[in-house]
């Protein structure tokens, strides 16, 4: 079910900006590009989300292209405790419910 | 509000017993989600609830798992007879409806079969 394609993981050395890609080529015009991250033995917690403009919050920027065939969730600093797995979902407006894929195990080097 | 609430956090079961687990969403939410969660793999869906009603399971769910949300408060998730098979953390989360809103996840139930 899942409409999205990341890389299964990534490597980032602590402190440095981390870009996490998504591509979703079958998006359509009603869908929202949310992102979620799952720490170690935790739920998964909301990161941020977006439909064609780029979001800036707290934890992360989204940066989505102008097809919006992609997504690049940004990290401007990371840290160790940033280390999980990050997924990236497709929101349709009529059916909204919440479908995982694998996502990307993010590994950050101290 | 404290967030999503799951009871109990672990449980260990022998096959073939039933066991039930429970989800307290946060209170205003109308959406509740179930998901299981084996090694290595993505929150699986399982079904959700808008209020009271049961939108949608997966077409990948046994009979033997049921759920319900009486009074669209908390909910439960059943499981019958239990197999090997079913041992898996079980996450539930809860949102406003709506493709703009933000899941709230609780800490999962992690059930183990013997």
């Known amino acids: 079910d899942a409409k999205t394609t990341q890389p299964n993981s990534m490597e980032s050395n602590e402190e440095e900006p981390v870009h996490l890609p998504c591509n979703h080529s079958t998006i359509s015009g009603t869908d929202y590009i949310h992102w979620y991250r799952q720490l170690p033995s935790q739920g998964p917690e909301y990161v941020i989300h977006g439909l064609t403009s780029n979001v800036n919050n707290r934890m992360a920027s989204l940066a989505i292209a102008e097809d919006r065939k992609s997504s690049t969730l940004i990290l401007h600093r990371a840290t160790l405790r940033d280390a999980a797995v990050y997924y990236c979902i497709l929101r349709d407006y009529g059916d909204d419910k919440i479908i995982f894929g694998k996502g990307t195990r993010l590994h950050i080097l101290p | 509000d404290t967030g999503v609430s799951q009871n109990p956090r672990h449980k260990i079961t022998k096959r073939g017993q039933n066991v039930t687990f429970r989800c307290d969403p946060i209170?205003?939410?109308?959406?509740l989600y179930w998901y299981r969660q084996t090694l290595g793999q993505g929150p699986e869906f399982l079904t959700y609830f808008q209020n009271e009603a049961q939108l949608e399971k997966s077409r990948l769910l046994s009979d033997r798992f049921s759920a319900e949300r009486p009074k669209g408060s908390f909910s439960t998730l059943e499981i019958q007879r239990t197999e090997q098979g079913d041992s898996a953390m079980y996450l539930c989360?809860?949102?406003?409806?709506?493709?703009?809103?933000?899941?709230?996840f609780g800490q999962g139930t992690r059930l183990t079969v013997v």
């Open positions: 989360a809860s949102s406003w409806e709506g493709a703009r809103t933000e899941a709230f």
């Open positions: 209170s205003e939410h109308n959406r």
